[in-house]
């Protein structure tokens, strides 16, 4: 038995220790707002908070967590600056990646509350947008990044 | 788990409320728009395509008969009958409507389809007549229940107020005496002027539950009873398995079945690692396949000796012999264009469940005439035993046209009779696509002696899309598709031929977002700049000049000229491009700003500065997404995207040899709607095509060298460097 804590609560399943992050939070718990990408860490749907800090739960076992703080894009509260700026942007297109772009976003906006443009775009080189929202990715973390500052 | 609703089931619940239903409904000489009632009296007569349900409540439905792929056809149909209707647009949800005839599309001659750009242009009359109707009939229910003239009756924010008392009722008290009354034989569309929806930026619908993780794509579909799939495919086209080891993967915990389908070897399991780790234990050995040099160099040698070729001609206008051997000055360029893949960052995936005598399938997918038809075929059912749930897609751009995905979850669950998930891995999407084909293009023009092109001879060597998805679209052995945007370009030139040759090859081709506008685009507006060059012109006039009667095009070359500062003094080394292309009923002409690091071979792109003309439009913020992700998409294609092949097969796999654009990449976009009269155009594609020549015509700007192959990476630009 795996035991995990996500989003503030403990589940149990019963799995390889070696399956990835993302198919136990997928497929096992349910929780699918975590996308599947490419499997080898390369384009960032399945980002998720490990204790605060952006991982890919595709390259992540699910055996190296147990003890772990995980957060998923349904644990980011929906009154968070990076939600509500993606919302105020109407950043999404079709959304798939949107999950893993707001999990990245978020993780690095709570350690950078004032980035520059470079310091944005290195954050968020790793993580792909097939439709291309890119310019309004980078807009709403500005916009959340002011939301921040101002509270 | 509750039995599926049989389509007819389905139509008698959604009626089952008290309340107004309009919908529109495909007839052979279009659509009408008739009451969803009368569906059910009639049945068999009509095949309504959209609905506006108008609840007691005020809620307003309107079901959506196209898929939502990021485009924002969920937000933006809806708009387009509220308008019409005076809803209020707090009250309109939308649903996404279920597979079957009743919502083709009439100008899909009644298929359900997504492509094509074509959303807003099929729909935007039946979809303002569907409002307009309902509009007038609660209008009418109204005026029957005060007992006044109807004209004292007005429509405003889903309420009808009585114009001399001041009295009001809403919509929802107005519904269910509405659905009582008949179409109105006439409605009377509104002026432009008086929209209060149509043309506004308003939010989409869809965003809120994207941004929460909780919008439901295929992939996050979880039927209870579920067995997971994989497949172990051919690793060359054709290849077949010689030997597996069947026992090895049957002894990996929780694997149920191994089963030889279509496409290759299946396993499923309770578990999806399960299934993945029983695929590996097959090892399957595979024959060579059906063509085992086909590699990178076989085919670009194949693209390269089929211009030698004479192609079938697909556009004469005057005499191009003649004309060539008039020219003060003749020049002849050669381009080659590599296959390219549409990665969706959904991967392909389908979860299907074949019982006895009926199916359900949950699916992302632009062609839902081509799931029902894939699984009548595969279940042998007929069509009102076949349901099909339409999830979110993540991301179409063509490649969810087809339904190959479909046909082997179909396949699986009729086997075993459990519902089956199938999800493709990244390396299975990438191999196993239908990709935008490799084309090669060979261009001579001619040029008189003041500067002016009176000949234009262009070759086409390309496999056709339209031979095995639609072959009825060839005609006299020409894809339009191969040909689009260069064989109905709009310069205005004495002496034009185009010819196609066709490529024929294993490789599966498709639709891949402008489909041939993207290549020829490419082509014909790096010539038109070559040309340009050598008659010593402005790259701009010149282009104008060729659109004497085509007075919207120039208009959107001239508003990006300007908001481009065309003609204005650059940063040193920078170099400035344009491009103009006309597809899927939208005039669009770029400007991008770049430099090129000769050293590195390395392009960069600061600028890019788009106009689009597409006649009347619906949601601008939303047409802005879309031009601004087709321009990004187009300069990732550009830059850097390409399918290598080897031994038979796709040798990419993944994100670290298949490149995609990231967000370095991304210059500052502005993009600028033209208003104009023109015909309703499409938003989806044709921002696109003139990206790449726009950037290659701003690399000759910068640094003197033509770019005539795709993509532009260092390795192409180093080789352009050195041979100029």
């Known amino acids: 038995m795996i035991t995990l804590d996500i989003n503030g609560k403990k589940y149990e399943v019963d799995v390889d220790p070696e399956v990835p992050l993302v198919w136990v939070i997928r497929e096992y718990l349910g929780l699918t707002g975590t996308k599947f990408g490419c499997g080898v860490g390369l384009c960032g749907s399945c980002t998720v908070h490990l204790d605060g800090k952006a991982q890919r739960s595709c390259i992540t076992t699910v055996g190296s967590v147990q003890g772990s703080k995980i957060i998923t894009i349904e644990g980011i509260p929906e009154d968070h600056p990076i939600k509500r700026a993606w919302i105020e942007e109407q950043v999404p297109q079709c959304g798939y990646c949107q999950p893993g772009q707001i999990m990245q976003a978020t993780a690095f906006l709570s350690e950078n509350p004032n980035p520059t443009e470079e310091k944005i775009v290195s954050a968020m080189q790793g993580n792909l947008c097939r439709c291309g929202t890119y310019p309004l990715i980078k807009q709403a973390i500005k916009r959340a990044a002011k939301e921040v500052r101002k509270r | ?724």
């Open chain 2, 1 to 724: 788990m509750n039995s599926p609703l049989t389509r007819r089931q389905f139509l008698q619940k959604s009626l089952t409320f008290a309340g107004l239903t309009i919908a529109v409904s495909s007839t052979p000489l279009g659509y009408r728009i008739v009451k969803a009632e009368d569906l059910i009296k009639t049945p068999g007569l009509f095949n309504p395509n959209a609905w506006i349900e108008i609840k007691p409540d005020n809620e307003i439905n309107i079901i959506v008969n196209k898929s939502e792929m990021g485009q924002g056809v969920c937000t933006s149909l809806p708009m387009i009958v509220a308008d019409e209707l005076d809803a209020d647009w707090k009250f309109v949800r939308f649903v996404e409507a279920p597979a079957g005839e009743r919502y083709g599309d009439p100008g899909w001659g009644g298929q359900q389809l997504t492509g094509g750009s074509t959303s807003i242009r099929h729909m935007y009359e039946p979809l303002r007549k569907a409002g307009a109707s309902a509009r007038k009939m609660l209008l009418q229910a109204a005026a029957e229940t005060w007992k006044v003239p109807l004209s004292e009756c007005i429509a405003s924010k889903s309420t009808v107020r009585h114009s001399k008392n001041g009295r009001t009722l809403t919509y929802g008290d107005l519904a269910e005496k509405a659905s009582g009354l008949s179409i109105p034989t006439s409605v009377t569309l509104k002026k432009e002027s008086q929209f209060t929806i149509i043309g506004k930026p308003l939010s989409r619908l869809d965003i809120p539950l994207k941004v929460e993780g909780k919008a439901q794509f295929g992939i996050d579909t979880l039927i209870p009873g579920r067995l997971y799939a994989a497949i172990a495919r051919p690793p060359a086209y054709g290849a077949k398995p010689l030997s597996y080891d069947e026992e090895a993967a049957m002894k990996v915990p929780g694997v149920h079945r191994v089963l030889t389908i279509s496409r290759g070897v299946a396993v499923c399991a309770d578990t999806l690692d399960a299934a993945w780790k029983a695929r590996d234990g097959l090892q399957v050995k595979w024959d060579k396949g059906s063509q085992p040099d086909l590699d990178n160099q076989t085919l670009e040698m194949s693209l390269m000796e089929s211009l030698k070729e004479k192609g079938l001609i697909a556009k004469s206008i005057g005499d191009v012999k003649s004309g060539l051997s008039q020219s003060a000055r003749n020049i002849e360029a050669t381009y080659i264009l590599p296959y390219l893949a549409h990665v969706t960052m959904e991967p392909m995936n389908c979860t299907a469940h074949v019982r006895e005598d009926q199916c359900e399938i949950w699916v992302p997918t632009q062609n839902q005439t081509g799931v029902l038809a894939m699984a009548e075929k595969i279940t042998g059912f007929q069509r009102d035993r076949i349901q099909v749930h339409t999830t979110y897609l993540g991301g179409g751009f063509g490649r969810r046209a087809f339904t190959d995905y479909t046909e082997e979850a179909l396949e699986i669950s009729k086997a075993t009779g459990k519902p089956i998930k199938l999800i493709w891995t990244r390396e299975e999407d990438i191999k196993n696509d239908f990709y935008r084909p490799g084309n090669s293009c060979l261009i001579q023009g001619g040029i008189d002696k003041k500067g002016n092109p009176i000949a234009w001879s262009q070759r086409i060597a390309v496999q056709s899309v339209f031979a095995h998805f639609a072959p009825q679209m060839i005609k006299n052995g020409i894809d339009p598709q191969a040909v689009e945007g260069a064989a109905d370009m709009e310069y205005e030139i004495p002496n034009l031929l185009v010819e196609y040759v066709r490529i024929d090859n294993p490789i599966p081709v498709g639709f891949w977002r402008s489909v041939g506008n993207s290549e020829n685009a490419f082509t014909k507006e790096s010539f038109v700049d070559e040309l340009a060059i050598a008659a010593k012109k402005d790259p701009l006039e010149f282009r104008l000049s060729l659109l004497k009667n085509h007075a919207a095009s120039r208009r959107v070359l001239e508003t990006v000229a300007r908001m481009a500062g065309w003609g204005r003094p650059l940063k040193k080394g920078n170099g400035r491009g344009i491009a103009f292309h006309s597809s899927f009923g939208s005039r669009v002409a770029e400007v991008a700003e770049v430099s090129v690091d000769k050293k590195e071979g390395t392009i960069q792109v600061h600028r890019v500065v788009c106009a689009i003309d597409c006649g009347s439009y619906v949601n601008p913020a939303i047409i802005k997404a879309n031009v601004t992700g087709a321009i990004i998409m187009g300069l990732s294609a550009a830059l850097m995207e390409k399918v290598d092949f080897s031994n038979g097969g796709v040798a990419s796999s993944n994100f670290y040899n298949y490149q995609e654009i990231r967000m370095d990449k991304i210059p500052e976009i502005e993009v600028h709607i033209v208003k104009s009269k023109e015909t309703i155009g499409g938003i989806g594609e044709p921002g696109l095509p003139p990206i790449a020549p726009a950037v290659a015509n701003g690399v000759f700007n910068a640094i003197g060298t033509r770019i005539r192959r795709l993509p532009m990476n260092p390795e192409t630009v180093l080789q352009a460097i050195q041979k100029a």
